[in-house]
């Protein structure tokens, strides 16, 4: 019973990550220098380990299409000539590092303009 519930939770926190990795992707579609996350899955086969007072330790019992890896792709994206002067690209590694009041951010984007 206990196997059930844990297994059933598992498939939920897995499809809400999709979700959510998903809507925030769309979500940022037209930002530019946006870098989307990306899942990984995989499967998680069970075991039944007994223990020395004759029981057993129950493991994750098959749960397909997991997710295994989640991280930011960071791939380098197609650049785009503008007619704006302000507008800077970065070819290859690295990042902006923008100055606010709180701190320094990162970003990949480059439409600047003057305050």
């Known amino acids: 019973m206990i196997q059930a519930i844990y297994s059933a939770t ?17 979500a940022n579609s037209s930002t530019y220098g946006y870098k989307s996350d990306e899942l990984s899955f ?3 086969l069970g075991t039944l380990t007994p223990t020395k007072s004759g029981g057993a330790i129950y493991s994750i019992n098959n749960i397909d299409n997991i997710v295994i890896k989640y991280g930011t792709d960071f791939n380098q994206g197609g650049m785009q000539r503008t007619d ?3 507008d800077l690209a970065l070819d290859g590694d690295g990042f902006f590092a923008i100055q606010y009041p709180d701190g320094i951010r990162y970003t990949r984007s480059g439409n600047f303009s003057k305050n």
């Open 84 to 86: 704006n002067v302000l």
């Open 10 to 26: 598992a498939g939920m926190i897995n499809q809400q990550t999709i979700v959510e990795v998903v809507t925030n992707n769309l």
């Open 42 to 44: 995989g499967r998680i």
